[in-house]
C-alpha cells in the first residue's frame, strides 16, 4: 500500500502546488508566449507546471523512499534535468546547452549502474562496456528529447507519458522490484494532478522542465526494469513502452533529413500537427493519439516474453499502418469534417432529465452529505491500520484544520487539500480492515455505486458545464480497466483496479462539488477532517 500512498501524496500535492505557480508564474518568468507558427495556443498561458510536478514527486519520494543510496545518483541525474529544464524556461539555453545538461544528467546516471546490457537480436549476451555505455548514452538522450518534442498539445506528453509510466509499475512489481514501481506510480500521480489543469483548454503548460523530466525518467525506468537480471522480458520492449515519442521523432528526424533541414530546426511536421491538419480537433487528436499510445502498452504487455524479431515485426507493423494512414489523408486531403456545421448554441443536454426540479437544484448538497457520511462511516468502522499510519492521520488532520483557518480565502484549495487526504487514508484504510471483506465490501460497493450515479445524473443535469468530462477522463478510465487486469495476489487478495476505481469515485465526486460551490462546502471539510480524526485516534 506503499505505492498507493506514494501515488495519492503526489497527486494531492501536485493539485495543491499548480495554482500556486499559475499565480506567481510572471514573477518567476516561466510563461510561454505564442510566438512563432508552430505553437497552438493564441495567449500567453504559464508553464511553471512542470515545477510543480517536479516538486511533488519528490517531496512524496523523499518520504516514502528517502535518501535511499541505490537511488540517489538517480535524484542526482534528474535533479540536474530539472535545473537545466528550469533555466532553459525562463532564459532560454538554446538547443546546445540543453544538450548539455541533458549529458551531464545522463552520465551520473551511467555512473549509478543503470546501462543497458542486452539488446535486441543478442540473445542473453552481455555488451561489452565500450559498446553498451554509449548505446545507452545514446537511449537516454534520445528518449529525453523524444518525450519534450512530442509535447506540443495540452495534455498529450503528460498523458502519453502516464500510461508508460504505469505499465513500468506493473512490470516493476512483477519483477519484485517495488521500489521501481514506487518511483512510477509516484510520478504517475504527480501527472495525474497537473492533468487537471493542463486538459485543453490548459491552464498551464509543463515546459521543458517537466517535459525533459518525465523523458528522462521515464527512460531511466525502462533501462531499469528491463535490464534487470529477474526480467524475462524481450530489450525491444525499452522501444515500446515509449512507441508514441519514438515514432514520432523518428518521423520528424527523417522528414527533415530528407528536406535537408537542421534536424532541430522548428516546423509543423509532428504526429499531432498532422492530424490538425486532417481536420481532427484539438481534443480529438490527444484523444487519438492516447489511443495509440494505449495500443503500444497493451502490445508490449502482450508481447513482453516474444521473440525480439516478433516484436519488432508488430511494432513496425504498427508504426507503417499509422502513418500510412496519416500520409493517405494528406495526399487526398481527406478531411474528417468536409464541412463544418453551424452550432446553434441550444443546450443539447436532456431536458427531461431537467424537469426532476428537486434534484436539479439541490444534487450538491445530496452528494455532498452521500459523500461526507461515507467518510465518516467508513473511517469509524476501519480497524487494523498501522500505528504509524494512525499517527500520519491524525497529524495530517491537525495541519489542515490549521490550514483550513489560515486559509479560508482559498475554499477549494483548502477543500481539495482536505477531501483528498481523507479519502486516501479511507481507502487505505478499507483494504487493510475488515470492511473490505465480503458482505460489508459489498455494501460499500453499493453506496459507491449510488455516488457515482448521483454524480453522473447531476452532471447530465446541469446546464452550465462547471463539470467537464474531457480527454483526461478517457485516460482514467482506461488506466483503471488496466489495473484491473494485474493479478490479485501481489495485492494481499485486494485488486489495485478496484481500489483505483473507489480512490477516483471519491475524487471525481470532490470535485464535483468543489467546482460548483467550494465557499459553502463546509460539510464536505468537516467530514473530510472528522475522518481523518477518527483514523488517527484509533490507534
Request: charge should be neutral.
Amino acid at each position: 500500500m506503499d505505492l498507493f500512498l506514494g501515488f495519492a501524496l503526489s497527486l494531492l500535492l501536485t493539485t495543491v502546488l499548480v495554482p500556486v505557480f499559475i499565480r506567481y508564474a510572471v514573477t518567476l518568468r516561466l510563461v510561454d508566449e505564442p510566438s512563432d507558427h508552430r505553437k497552438i495556443h493564441d495567449h500567453s498561458v504559464p508553464r511553471s507546471g512542470g515545477l510543480a510536478i517536479v516538486i511533488g514527486v519528490f517531496v512524496s519520494l523523499l518520504f516514502w523512499v528517502g535518501f535511499d543510496s541505490d537511488y540517489l545518483m538517480l535524484f542526482l541525474a534528474t535533479s540536474t534535468i530539472v535545473v537545466f529544464g528550469v533555466l532553459d524556461d525562463t532564459i532560454d539555453l538554446g538547443y546546445r546547452r540543453k544538450i548539455l545538461g541533458q549529458a551531464i544528467a545522463t552520465v551520473i546516471l551511467l555512473a549509478s549502474g543503470v546501462v543497458i546490457r542486452q539488446v535486441p537480436f543478442m540473445g542473453l549476451e552481455v555488451m561489452p562496456a565500450w559498446l553498451s555505455y554509449p548505446l545507452t548514452f545514446v537511449f537516454v538522450l534520445g528518449i529525453t528529447n523524444a518525450v519534450n518534442l512530442s509535447d506540443g498539445l495540452d495534455g498529450l506528453a503528460a498523458g502519453n507519458s502516464l500510461l508508460s509510466l504505469c505499465f513500468l509499475a506493473f512490470l516493476g512489481l512483477y519483477i519484485g522490484e517495488l521500489t521501481i514501481a514506487l518511483l512510477a506510480f509516484t510520478v504517475a500521480g504527480g501527472l495525474l494532478g497537473f492533468l487537471r489543469f493542463n486538459t485543453h483548454p490548459a491552464r498551464v503548460f509543463m515546459g521543458d522542465t517537466g517535459s525533459q523530466f518525465l523523458g528522462f525518467i521515464c527512460a531511466s525506468l525502462a533501462i531499469m526494469v528491463t535490464q534487470h537480471e529477474a526480467a524475462p522480458f524481450s530489450p525491444f520492449l525499452l522501444v515500446i513502452i515509449l512507441g508514441l515519442p519514438v515514432l514520432d521523432t523518428a518521423t520528424v528526424i527523417t522528414l527533415r533529413f530528407l528536406q535537408g533541414r537542421f534536424i532541430f530546426s522548428p516546423d509543423q511536421s509532428h504526429l499531432h500537427h498532422q492530424f490538425l491538419k486532417l481536420g481532427f480537433k484539438h481534443y480529438e487528436v490527444v484523444a487519438i493519439l492516447y489511443a495509440i499510445q494505449a495500443v503500444f502498452v497493451l502490445t508490449a504487455y502482450i508481447m513482453r516474453y516474444e521473440s525480439d524479431a516478433l516484436v519488432f515485426l508488430v511494432y513496425g507493423f504498427l508504426c507503417f499502418a499509422i502513418l500510412s494512414l496519416v500520409a493517405w489523408g494528406r495526399i487526398t486531403d481527406w478531411k474528417v469534417r468536409p464541412s463544418a456545421g453551424v452550432y446553434d448554441g441550444k443546450d443539447r443536454r436532456n431536458w427531461l432529465l431537467r424537469r426532476v426540479n428537486w434534484y436539479y437544484y439541490h444534487s450538491t448538497e445530496v452528494i455532498t452529505w452521500l459523500l461526507g457520511v461515507f467518510l465518516v462511516f467508513c473511517a469509524i468502522f476501519i480497524s487494523g491500520n498501522p500505528v504509524e499510519i494512525g499517527r500520519l492521520s491524525l497529524y495530517t488532520a491537525l495541519v489542515l484544520a490549521l490550514t483550513w483557518a489560515v486559509f479560508r480565502k482559498y475554499p477549494a484549495w483548502t477543500g481539495r487539500l482536505i477531501c483528498f487526504s481523507a479519502s486516501a487514508f479511507v481507502v487505505y484504510g478499507m483494504v487493510v480492515s475488515s470492511l473490505d471483506r465480503a458482505l460489508m465490501s459489498l455494501a460499500i460497493d453499493g453506496y459507491m455505486f449510488v455516488i457515482a450515479a448521483s454524480l453522473v445524473l447531476a452532471i447530465r443535469m446541469t446546464r452550465r458545464e462547471l463539470f467537464r468530462l474531457d480527454t483526461q477522463d478517457y485516460l482514467v478510465l482506461f488506466l483503471v480497466i488496466m489495473a484491473s487486469l494485474i493479478p490479485a495476489d501481489r495485492f494481499n487478495g485486494s485488486m489495485i483496479g478496484h481500489i483505483t476505481l473507489r480512490f477516483a469515485v471519491l475524487l471525481y465526486a470532490c470535485e464535483y462539488l468543489l467546482s460548483r460551490k467550494p465557499e459553502n462546502n463546509v460539510v464536505l471539510k468537516v467530514s473530510g477532517l472528522l475522518s481523518l480524526l477518527i483514523i488517527g485516534l484509533q490507534n
